[in-house]
């Protein structure tokens, strides 16, 4: 018999069909592997503990927050935030009901694509949290649907809330030599309109996806406070055969003083 949302453990809850397409699962298969994968990635790359304080930025319908509920302890604590009330109405429901240290809340933010009606901007939101209150905080293509004003404004926030010492992993579309040889390479239509320090795929719905050049995106986040650290882990997106994840990914660092 099928467990319900009572019976259920992090390994068979899971949101409804709809909402597992609306962070991009094409199968519930995959909505459980980007989770785990994603959660390999912050005990890998950013020392996350069992008993750290984590904020999930985007954290649409509880993909990384699932897997989250399986590591963290009693003494650790999540945090999430989307523009999707629907999605946050399903995460208190179904997750913090059973967890009570996981917290989710709706930011009303514009966004083309999922928050046409939002009455915040990326470029002024402030995190509804207090300053150094989490060990990790992660965004999981987040910033590939966000201009250059509303990242900067986040990797600012980013750095206040962090700890110091804490770390920060986040995705990309990294446009570099090699990114952009190989999109040319094999003949891609991918990122062919130029902006300032950024790509975007279409002119008329930007925000479907937005590249970003690499120096571009370490001048913000030195302006933030936050070091990166390297190597940058690139992406599986435009071609590479060696690769961590599809999206490129980068770890930074809020300085001990």
Not at 14 to 26: E, T
Not at 36 to 50: G, K, R, T, Y
Not at 85 to 104: D, G, L, Q
Not at 211 to 227: C, I, Q
């Amino acid at each position: 018999m099928p467990a319900t949302n009572d019976e259920a453990t992090p390994r068979t809850l899971l949101p409804p069909r709809w909402l597992q397409m609306f962070v991009g699962a094409p199968s519930a298969k995959k909505f459980k592997e980007d989770g785990a994968e994603v959660l390999e990635h912050l005990i890998e790359l950013c020392d996350l503990q069992p008993d750290h304080a984590v904020l999930d930025v985007g954290c649409g319908s509880g993909r990384m927050a699932l897997p989250l509920t399986g590591y963290l302890n009693g003494e650790g604590r999540y945090a999430g935030f989307d523009v999707s009330r629907r999605a946050v109405a399903w995460c208190t429901k179904n997750i913090s009901r059973s967890h009570p240290n996981f917290e989710f809340k709706v930011a009303d933010i514009y966004n083309g694509l999922y928050n046409r009606k939002g009455k915040d901007t990326s470029a002024e939101f402030r995190f509804p949290f207090p300053d150094a209150s989490f060990d990790v905080v992660f965004l999981a293509s987040v910033f590939t649907h966000m201009f250059p004003s509303g990242v900067e404004n986040y990797l600012r926030e980013i750095a206040r809330v962090l700890k110091p010492g804490g770390r920060c992993l986040i995705t990309f579309f990294l446009l570099t030599d090699e990114s952009l040889g190989l999109i040319n390479a094999k003949k891609q239509k991918l990122f062919r309109h130029a902006r300032h320090g950024y790509r975007t795929n279409t002119r008329i719905r930007p925000e479907v996806a937005v590249a970003y050049e690499e120096p571009f995106v370490r001048n913000l986040y030195e302006k933030s406070g936050l070091e990166v650290v390297d190597p940058v882990r690139y992406g599986l997106w435009c071609g590479r055969i060696d690769h961590l994840s599809f999206q490129d990914v980068v770890v930074a660092v809020k300085p001990l003083t």
